[in-house]
């Protein structure tokens, strides 16, 4: 019998403390907005017409492909719902599990060091990998689904196998890994000066004038392409960066300029709007559930 596959569920925060592997199948994914996530997210398609909008890059991935994404990366999934179901493994790790997970010789969470040359979230697999990689994610899915004697250690091997083959696969000459379609609209301009000079004023007019084009272009080219405004993107931008500042250990009321907002209660009011909960609120959770 065929295992029934769970229905879509927009949640974008992981429940555990650790890791969370999924086995997914969707068909409409219209609910997902732009976002991040403070963890790491690897996943491996294996069936669907998906594109994947990352920062200023955009991919087309095909069954078989993986795709990685750094805490700092914001993104977004468009499926074609008359396409075949958009099917795939997915592990969400958080940093601090990679890092116990690592050696001084061996650092995992290398593939997703955005700095490394010919960086790329899209990875192609040989038709080996391609078998390969999915056995292990289900082998990871089946042990934390029922746990037996040694789980523990179990899935901290498998863990490691598979990021290891992850690594492996970004850093092959062998295995073609191509950047995503960039063609230096001035919405990429736009999103790489961002990313450069998010610590500084930046506005509507700031940007428009420095690329030469009108406000109204600009605004309508980037809600176009990111589904988003420009100041919406400028503070999700600015609050990812916030969140993971402050899950290294420095206080809200060090975070703020250092993310360019201009004081200290436009960032209380803004990350409470869109997290829910205060700065301070946030740090003490984080010490609460012991994640990073």
Not at 162 to 181: F, Q
């Amino acid at each position: 019998m065929a295992k029934a596959l769970p229905s879509f569920d927009p949640r974008q925060k992981m429940l555990k403390t650790d890791f969370e592997v999924a086995h997914k199948w969707d068909t409409d994914l219209k609910d997902v907005e732009l976002h991040h996530h403070d963890f790491y997210e690897v996943n491996f398609l294996i069936s669907g017409d998906v594109t994947y909008v990352i920062e200023s890059r955009v991919y087309h991935v095909r069954p078989g492909d993986m795709l990685i994404i750094n805490p700092r990366e914001l993104h977004q999934v468009y499926i074609k719902p008359d396409a075949a179901p958009y099917e795939r493994y997915m592990l969400w790790i958080t940093p601090s599990l990679l890092q116990q997970l690592s050696s001084e010789q061996t650092d995992l969470c290398r593939c997703f060091d955005m700095t490394r040359p010919h960086y790329s979230n899209l990875l192609y697999l040989s038709a080996e990998q391609r078998r390969a990689i999915p056995a292990m994610m289900e082998a990871l899915l089946q042990e934390q689904a029922q746990p037996a004697f040694g789980s523990d250690l179990l899935q901290k091997n498998l863990l490691t196998e598979l990021m290891i083959h992850v690594n492996r696969l970004a850093d092959s000459p062998l295995i073609a890994t191509e950047p995503g379609t960039n063609d230096n609209s001035v919405v990429a301009q736009v999103i790489d000066y961002i990313n450069l000079h998010y610590q500084q004023p930046l506005s509507l007019d700031m940007l428009a004038e420095r690329f030469f084009v009108s406000k109204y272009h600009l605004s309508h080219e980037f809600n176009k392409q990111m589904g988003t405004g420009i100041y919406q993107y400028i503070q999700k931008k600015r609050l990812l960066i916030a969140r993971q500042l402050m899950a290294q250990g420095q206080k809200p009321v060090e975070v703020f300029s250092a993310c360019g907002f201009r004081d200290y209660p436009a960032f209380f009011r803004a990350f409470r709007k869109v997290y829910g909960l205060s700065p301070r609120a946030y740090v003490h959770s984080l010490t609460a559930d012991f994640t990073c």
